[in-house]
């Protein structure tokens, strides 16, 4: 049995190691500014569809909002996210509901989306699980002029709002609608070590992204994602290092962090009566972007609060005197009495 956990472990380290590698060396110099959230692992239904009902309760209630680029822009680029999925059949069904707003810059141009995720899960051995997740989507993409200016207001002395634009706007919304997929394997690799990765492939429709034009589809975005857990032995520390990576048409994104949890307190073994609160620290750097520290408060594994910030390290440093962004997360995870609960489980 110890023979097969080593092979197992060896052939999942060598593959996410080796794709890695191969995406490194394949990085242009470019930097995506896709709408995202450092605390990408809090934000399942963006991060991987297969994903939602991953949890140990009875149903999960999760929040999150990010303030990005306040230094350069007065109307700063804002973005909340909430979502609640839960089981609903035998541990095997999952299903959900997320909402995605984000409004950014002086036009206040707005993405609103509702969300609808569903995700099955098989037992492919006592150690190893596949999910795989669809998820289904409406969204609205907006823009408010009124608080745009032109040069054609520009008299030749000062700017006067009542001069006429010269500009014509014939839409300033669309709707569309969104479909999604994806999968996530986990491995037990022993009691103390277990790893997991993850496929999300969003946009598979090519929805239209433009307010005039049919033509102008948005691209198709792919989204692999993984991460472990190292329990180190006779201590109440868990090692949880993390990669993701995104590609959407010339965008991309590299993450690579790690986080430490230390329990506080100790739990009950066989009556779950007792469940220990924790405390995580940990950094992220998101390739020529962002240093991005993290830490979270976790009370009894049923309540989260997370806090990080994005450090801007990218040319843009200049103006945004590497101020980049806020962002929290709150999760709650209900379930029956004297039972423990994992708050992030993507992890």
């Given at each position: 049995m110890m023979l097969m956990y080593n092979k197992t472990i060896k052939i999942s380290f060598f593959t996410t190691s080796i794709f890695i590698i191969i995406m490194l060396f394949q990085l242009p110099l470019c930097y995506s500014q896709d709408i995202h959230f450092s605390q990408y692992f809090s934000t399942p239904s963006i991060l991987n569809p297969a994903?939602?009902?991953?949890?140990?309760?009875?149903?999960?209630?999760i929040s999150n909002y990010r303030n990005q680029w306040r230094a350069i822009s007065r109307n700063?680029?804002?973005t909340f996210n909430t979502s609640i999925d839960a089981p609903v059949y035998k541990e095997k069904l999952f299903a959900g509901l997320s909402f995605f707003n984000d409004v950014a810059g002086d036009s206040k141009m707005s993405l609103t989306q509702i969300n609808l995720p569903l995700a099955a899960t098989v037992n492919l051995d006592n150690n190893n699980s596949l999910t795989t997740g669809i998820q289904?989507?409406?969204?609205?993409?907006?823009?408010d002029i009124s608080n745009l200016t032109w040069d054609s207001q520009y008299d030749g002395k000062t700017f006067n709002k009542?001069?006429?634009?010269?500009?014509?706007?014939?839409?300033t919304n669309f709707n569309y609608f969104d479909l999604s997929?994806?999968?996530?394997?986990?491995?037990?690799i022993?009691?103390?070590i277990k790893y997991n990765a993850g496929i999300g492939l969003f946009h598979l429709n090519n929805p239209k992204q433009s307010f005039y034009s049919d033509n102008d589809k948005l691209n198709s975005k792919f989204i692999f994602h993984s991460g472990a857990e190292f329990k180190v032995r006779n201590s109440n520390t868990?090692?949880?290092?993390?990669?993701?990576?995104?590609?959407?048409g010339k965008m991309q994104e590299v993450n690579i962090g790690i986080m430490a949890k230390y329990s506080i307190g100790l739990d009950s073994k066989y009556t779950g009566i007792n469940v220990s609160s924790s405390v995580v620290f940990g950094a992220f750097y998101r390739l020529n972007d962002a240093i991005i520290p993290y830490t979270r408060l976790i009370y009894k594994n049923r309540y989260a609060i997370g806090f990080s910030y994005d450090i801007?390290?990218?040319?843009?440093?200049?103006?945004?005197?590497?101020?980049?962004?806020?962002?929290?997360?709150?999760?709650?995870?209900?379930s029956k009495k004297n039972v423990s609960v994992k708050v992030v489980p993507s992890l």
């Open positions: 994903l939602t009902g991953q949890f140990n309760g009875k149903f999960r209630l700063s680029y804002k289904i989507g409406w969204a609205q993409r907006s823009i009542t001069l006429s634009s010269k500009e014509s706007f014939l839409n997929f994806g999968t996530f394997w986990q491995n037990i022993s009691e103390k868990v090692y949880n290092p993390t990669f993701m990576f995104m590609k959407q801007n390290v990218s040319r843009l440093k200049v103006a945004s005197d590497s101020r980049g962004g806020g962002e929290i997360s709150i999760v709650y995870i209900f």
